[in-house]
């Protein structure tokens, strides 16, 4: 097996590559390693071969490993990208670097205001249901750009950009991801401060390359780094 290092090295190289075939900048494309189920250690193993943006999932778990003897206090970039719920917000408000997955404006306004009471601004993410699929959070892309105005409005959060997690048919995933970066044109024309909206929050270990092709600037990637789960 291969260490998390070398694993680490390799899907780096292959971002490369992907943003060289995809005529784009590597440093506009940010890699988070996406940790959920694995143990401390293993992140620690990542965070010690350079890997500061970390994705979690599940409040619970976060907590822990946010606490945890292996990370405190290290200077982890928390980002959440598992499925929120508003009454869980108080928990990771202070301890996250961003939130890839508000579904909902009511979601959106609790991070604002547990936000606000700690004296924070949060960056956050709003997640877009692109392939239509029912089992998946999301705005739909015409909730989204009908809603939109609501969002920019919250006081003391910053919408940064758009998520999604695409159909797992690659073909398919392509299109959801132009779709993506297309949602975020119109966003960021309706928008009071479209210099704040870039960040697009798309592909996962099987389908980052294409993510790249339609504009990605987040890969959230998992089981290439840290195994299966
Ligand atoms: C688990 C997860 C990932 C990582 O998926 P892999 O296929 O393991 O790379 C990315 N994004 C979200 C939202 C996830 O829940």
Known sequence: ??????N??????????????AGRSPEDVRLIAVSKTKPASLIREAYDAGQIDIGESYV???????ASPELEGLPVRWHFIGHLQSNKIKYIVDKVYMVHSIDKLSTARELSKRAAAKNLTVDYLIEVNTSGEPS???????ELLKTAGSFFDLPSVTL???????SPDPSLAHEEFKLLANLLEQLRAKAPHPENITELSMGMSGDFEKAIDAGATMVRIGTALFGRR
Request: with cysteine; glycine share 4%.
């Open 1 to 6: 097996m291969k260490t998390i290092s070398e």
């Open 8 to 21: 680490l090295a390799a899907i780096q190289k292959e971002i490369l590559t992907s943003c060289l075939k």
């Open 160 to 166: 940064r950009g758009l998520m999604t997690i695409a």
């Open 60 to 66: 619970q778990e976060f907590l822990e490993k946010t």
């Open 136 to 142: 998946k959070f999301g705005l739909s892309p015409e």
